[in-house]
């Protein structure tokens, strides 16, 4: 059974998520997750502290979901691909909701260094472990690939959130990938 912390995180995830930053009160919150009045201020005093919760949150389930995905074990560039192929799917589909909140967050949170900390170092952890692999794989310069590769994904991400849903993405991955090795 969820708390009221929880009911209320996952409220405002949605509301981030399908009606934008500013759908996000603490009114909205508990009418979403059918909570008494008050009591996502109870937890969360501030808009701001709404923001950081929300942030903190996202961060915390896509670790969480991802996680498994991302540590499946792989030994060359076909497993990689898949990997990765199989974490922007499930960002991009049945997390396509929490995803739009997490780019809103960043835009809304990106002069807000308390609200931006988690998604920042959940980025960084990604990126982190993107390059490591970029450079098992081979890639000459990693640094320059990694950030090729970490900006095909938002961008990738970005297209089957907004323009098409049904984008392929392995056929992309590999593309990108492909071509941050010889960088």
């Known amino acids: 059974m969820s708390t009221t912390r929880e009911r209320a995180l996952t409220a405002a995830v949605d509301l ?3 009606q934008g930053i500013r759908a996000l009160t603490h009114v909205r919150v508990d009418e979403r997750a059918g909570l008494p ?4 201020s109870n937890h969360f005093r ?3 502290a709404l923001l950081a919760g929300v942030a903190a949150w996202i961060s915390e389930q896509e670790v969480r979901d991802l996680g498994a995905v991302l ?5 060359d560039l076909d497993g990689f691909v898949d990997v990765f192929s199989a974490g922007l799917e ?4 049945p997390y396509a909701v929490r995803t739009r909140a997490r780019y809103a967050l960043f835009l809304e949170a990106a002069s807000d260094p308390v609200v931006f900390a988690p ?6 952890g990604f990126a982190a472990w993107s390059r490591r692999l ?11 690939a990694v950030r090729a590769f970490m900006a095909f994904g938002d961008g990738l991400i970005l297209h089957r959130l907004t323009v098409d849903p049904d984008a392929p993405v392995r056929p992309s991955v590999e593309a990108a ?3 941050c090795l010889t960088v």
């Open 119 to 124: 998604l920042r170092a959940q980025r960084e």
């Open 177 to 179: 990938l492909r071509g």
């Open 134 to 144: 970029l450079e098992t794989l081979g890639a000459r310069h990693p640094d320059t």
């Open 37 to 40: 009045r008050g009591s996502a």
């Open 90 to 93: 499930l960002l991009t589909g």
């Open 16 to 18: 981030v998520g399908t």
């Open 46 to 48: 501030t808009r701001a």
């Open 71 to 75: 540590a499946q074990p792989f030994d």
